[in-house]
């Protein structure tokens, strides 16, 4: 995990030169993100702002990187609307899963790791208690029709696991959950 960050590749700067007319000044599009292992943003506009790019987390000296570790596609960062290169809205944080082959980034396979961890060691669960709860968290993930029950299902699993282990339960839906799913299990 400590390779360099890759190159930003040029096809997004040639796209936004081009254009039908060969004169269109800009089309929406997307940065390039710069990532830690651990799942640090560390710039959501890699190519335009490259001075900011680092081959370490400053946060938690992890390798950095640009581009997926499978397909090698350029990390989405931030959206740049059309007539508006420069501008377009922050990344809050940086995506889950590869846009272009569905790999989970290796943030994410870290904390789905993490919170199995977490499974096998809260008592009192049986074997499938144990493992519809490992689904549960995939499942919170993403928006999906599952999402729902997953959220109830863990919900009801940190009410059972008493105080301790409760709280590092919810700690981990925390940065494992989408929006949807954190609400349903933490309250608004
Ligand atoms: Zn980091
Ligand atoms: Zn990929």
Do not use: Y
Not at 40 to 67: I, M, W, Y
Not at 106 to 122: C, M, V
């Amino acid at each position: 995990m400590s390779d360099p960050p890759k190159q930003a590749s040029p096809n997004s700067a040639k796209m936004a030169a081009g254009g039908a007319a060969g004169r269109r000044a800009a089309v929406p599009r997307f940065e390039v993100a710069l990532v830690c292992a651990n799942g640090h943003l560390l710039n959501d506009r890699a190519e335009a702002q490259a001075t900011l790019n680092v081959k370490f987390c400053p946060e938690c000296g992890e390798g950095t990187l640009s581009h997926c570790p499978e397909c090698d596609t350029a990390l989405r960062g931030r959206f740049l609307p059309e007539g508006d290169p420069q501008g377009g809205k922050r990344l809050s944080r940086p995506p889950r899963f590869c846009h272009e082959c569905g790999s989970p980034f290796p943030w994410t396979a870290e904390r789905l790791l993490a919170a199995d961890e977490l499974a096998a060691q809260l008592d009192d669960l049986s074997d499938e208690e144990r493992r519809l709860l490992r689904a549960a968290f995939r499942d919170i993930l993403t928006e999906n029709p599952r999402t729902e029950v997953a959220a109830l299902r863990i919900k009801r699993a940190a009410e059972q696991a008493g105080k301790g282990a409760g709280r590092i339960l919810f700690e981990v839906v925390e940065n494992l959950a989408s929006e949807t799913a954190k609400r349903l299990i933490l309250g608004p």
